[in-house]
Nanobody
Framework: QVQLVESGGGLVQAGGSLRLSCAAS????????MGWFRQAPGKEREFVAG????????YYADSVKGRFTISRDNAKNTVDLQMNSLKPEDTAVYYC?????????????????WGQGTQVTVSS
């Protein structure tokens, strides 16, 4: 069992930056690939970024590639999402999630555990 708690959301102007963090409970964090998803009002939850168990592989949605960076610290049981050059269309609730797959996957159905989400609002 893994419990996930996100933090770091907020209101930022377009072009600004935010860093989201997800803290995981339990001693098995390193056995999960991790992902960040987001859900805007009226839209489906979509994949943003993922990272493998040992950080050897990362994967990004085309919409955030070059602007967002995912990282993890298995010693601290955390996974972060650095978001730069934010755009109004990045506004959403951001969720971190854990999957037992070896590599990060884009399908939300593959993820077993989810955090409660943190709101990110980007003003124009």
């Amino acid at each position: 069992q893994v419990q996930l708690v996100e933090s770091g959301g907020g209101l930022v102007q377009a072009g600004g930056s935010l860093r989201l963090s997800c803290a995981a409970s339990g001693r098995t964090f390193s056995t999960y690939a991790m992902g960040w998803f987001r859900q805007a009002p009226g839209k489906e939850r979509e994949f943003v970024a993922g990272i493998s168990r040992s950080s050897g592989m990362t994967y990004y949605a085309d919409s955030v590639k070059g602007r967002f960076t995912i990282s993890r610290d298995n010693a601290k049981n955390t996974v972060d999402l650095q978001m730069n050059s934010l755009k109004p269309e990045d506004t959403a609730v951001y969720y971190c999630a854990a999957t037992k797959t070896i590599v990060p996957v884009t399908s939300r159905r593959a993820y077993d555990y989810w955090g409660q989400g943190t709101q990110v609002t980007v003003s124009s």
